[in-house]
C-alpha cells in the first residue's frame, strides 16, 4: 500500500485509509467462509484473528502483519468470562505465559478473576500435574472447558508431512483426551462434573479447506465427546 500511496494512485488518501476497502473486502469475504460452518461474527473465531481464520500460522501474521489480534481462542475465553461471572473459580491454561497473563489482566479491568496456570495439552505429564495443582490450589475440579486447538499452514495432502498431522493430532485430540482423563476420576469420586468438548463444523462435515489433520481430529473429538 505504502509503494500504491508514493506513486500516487491514492490521492488525498493516509495509509489507514486507503487499506480500509480491502479489510471491509476481506471481512466479507471470511464472514462469506465462516457463514458455511454456521459462524456469523468474525470475533467468534479463534479470538477474532483474520489471518488465521485464513491459514496462516501466529509467526506469519506477525511477521506480515504486525498488530494483527492473535490471542488465546475467543470460544474458550469467552467461556471462563462467563463462567467467573456466575461466580465460579475459574482457571484458565494455555501453552504461552504472555497470553493468560494479558487475559487474567483484562478480566481483572472489567471487575472478573480468572486465575492463570500455562499447560501444554500435548504433554500428558505437564496435563495431569496442571489438574493435581488445581484442584490442591482451588478444589475439586467441577466443569472442564476442552478448547485448545490448532492447524498447520500445509495442510493438505500435496504438503503434509507426518510432523505436521502428529502436531495436529497431539493438540487437538490426545490433548483433549488427556485433559478429559486427568479430571474424571474426581468428578466420579464426588459424583459431579460436566465437560465441555469445543470442537468444529468439520467434526461434523468434511470442509475442504481445513486439511486432513484438522478434519481427523475434529471427528474423532465427536466420538470421543459421545463416548
Known amino acids: 500500500f505504502q509503494a500504491r500511496l508514493d506513486r500516487g494512485l491514492y490521492p488525498g488518501l493516509a495509509l489507514r485509509a486507503a487499506c480500509l476497502p480491502y479489510k471491509t473486502g476481506l471481512e466479507a ?3 462469506k467462509t465462516l ?4 459462524i456469523s461474527v468474525i470475533s467468534a473465531y479463534r479470538g477474532g484473528c483474520e489471518f488465521e481464520v485464513l491459514g496462516l500460522s501466529r509467526a506469519l501474521t506477525a511477521e506480515f502483519f504486525p498488530g494483527a489480534p492473535s490471542r488465546i481462542s475467543g470460544i474458550g475465553l469467552a467461556a471462563a468470562r462467563a463462567l467467573a461471572k456466575e461466580g465460579a473459580v475459574v482457571v484458565i491454561s494455555g ?3 504472555a497470553e ?3 487475559a487474567v489482566a483484562a478480566a481483572k479491568a472489567d471487575g472478573l478473576t480468572l486465575h492463570g496456570l500455562a499447560t501444554d495439552v500435548s504433554d500428558a505429564a505437564q496435563v495431569e500435574r496442571s489438574a493435581q495443582q488445581i484442584a490442591a490450589q482451588h478444589g475439586p475440579i467441577s466443569i472442564l ?4 486447538g490448532t ?3 500445509n495442510r493438505f495432502l500435496n504438503k503434509l508431512t507426518p510432523a505436521d498431522f502428529g502436531k495436529v493430532i ?3 485430540l490426545k490433548g483433549v483426551a488427556q485433559c478429559v482423563m486427568s479430571v474424571l476420576p474426581g468428578m466420579r469420586a464426588q459424583a459431579n462434573g460436566v465437560i465441555v468438548v469445543v470442537s468444529s463444523w468439520a467434526g461434523r462435515e468434511f470442509l475442504p479447506f481445513t486439511g486432513m489433520a484438522y478434519n481427523s481430529a475434529k471427528a474423532a473429538l465427536t466420538m470421543l465427546a459421545r463416548s
Do not use: M, Q, W, Y
Not at 457463514?35 to 454456521?38: C, H, I, L, N, P
Open 29 to 31: 469475504g471470511l464472514l
Open 35 to 38: 457463514a458455511r460452518k454456521g
Open 95 to 97: 501453552r504461552r505465559s
Open 100 to 102: 493468560i497473563e494479558t
Open 145 to 148: 472447558v476442552c478448547s485448545a
Open 151 to 153: 492447524n498447520v499452514p
Open 170 to 172: 497431539d493438540i487437538n
